[in-house]
């Protein structure tokens, strides 16, 4: 199914993503999903929660999974469970989403921004060691795309330093290190569900996985209230939980994900294959690399060129609608000038932030469309 938008001229518009396209996939279930969870008369941290947790927990390989309202809140409530506040730094990328960021800014910490590698556009781990101070209590890595970060790496330079480690999965869920799902191998994994991620919500929400016993306690009582028994509250906590409609339906997508993800490999293979020629010949743009021994889930597939403006106003003239993740890197963005730790040369998050495009890339995108983008590409190229 691909319902590309009506444009009102005779093409229609080929998006980059489709929440509502996955709607129509699941329709039945979740029409029904959602009546069922609206008869209940329970509607936020119910029996749907409890199950997705178990289901999402086993999807993982790992103990524990716990519902939560983002995956800004996830990420947040991880570092808080990992006991980050005030006079502690964070280190992670610039060229992540301003999520990782602000749920680092959100516990008081002061985030530390290092540069990416320009193969994998993931946390270089090579510049880490400079990185550290005796004041940094966590690293978040980020599986930018779908694509791993070097978690090994940074989990290795952490764990003789004390240093705890969290995996931002916001866009990798599904993605396997050696086999390993993205998320389960630091001491936390947090994930989102906004509606265009691999795993999406019809609305907000999130979750975080851990083997740890005491942190995932810990994470249930921050994300309400801090309340062990109803309106006591142990500890300080807060208001960030999964609702129950948003569990029901994540129940029945994450049954597809993988078949889901699969489609997204299969059109990444349709681009790869169509225009790896021509990107060799004319030197005008590279394909995203895989890095080896992962699964790249393809949230996004992200070309580099520096012609990205003539080529973005190539393909909307034709009726492909790409996208830019992101075009400012956070450490250049207003709300974080001045506040944030720049160790290094950010040269290679710079360079990503200008060049970097993302062709339209989900499940139910149709074989027609993928080639229309792929001939647009050509043409374009092939000048
Ligand atoms: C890498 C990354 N981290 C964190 C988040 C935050 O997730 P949410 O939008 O669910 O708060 C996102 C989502 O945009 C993301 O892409």
Known sequence: MDRSRATGKSAVMIVCASPGDQYQTYKEEIDLAIARVLKSGWYVLGEEVKAFEKEFAEYQGVKHAIGVGSGTEALHLALAALGVGRGDEVITVSHTAVATVSAIELTGAKPVLVDIDSEYFTLDAAKLEAAITPRTKAI??????GQAAPIHEVIAMAKTRGIKVIEDCA????????????????????????????????????????????????????????????YISKISGWNSR??????AILRIKLRGLDKDNLKRIQIAKAYDESLSALAKSTGRFTLPKVRPHTLHTYHLYVLQTAERDALMSHLKTNDIH?????????????????????????????????????????????AASVKTVIDQLSRFFGK
């Open 140 to 145: 978040i890595a980020v599986h930018l795309y």
């Open 171 to 230: 866009q990798a869920t599904g993605t396997q290190i050696q086999g390993v799902k993205a998320g389960s191998i630091a001491d936390v994994g947090c994930f989102s569900f906004y509606p265009t991620k691999n795993l999406g919500a019809i609305g907000d929400g999130g979750a975080l996985v851990t083997n740890d016993d005491d942190i995932a306690k810990k994470i249930q009582l921050l994300r309400q209230y801090g309340w062990e028994n109803r």
């Open 242 to 247: 999964l609702d129950e409609l948003q569990a």
């Open 322 to 366: 790409c996208m830019i993740h992101y075009p400012m890197p956070v450490h250049l963005q207003p709300a974080y000038l001045g506040k944030i730790g720049l160790p290094g040369s950010m040269s290679t998050t710079e360079k990503a932030s200008n060049t970097v495009i993302s062709l339209p890339m989900y499940p139910e995108l149709s």
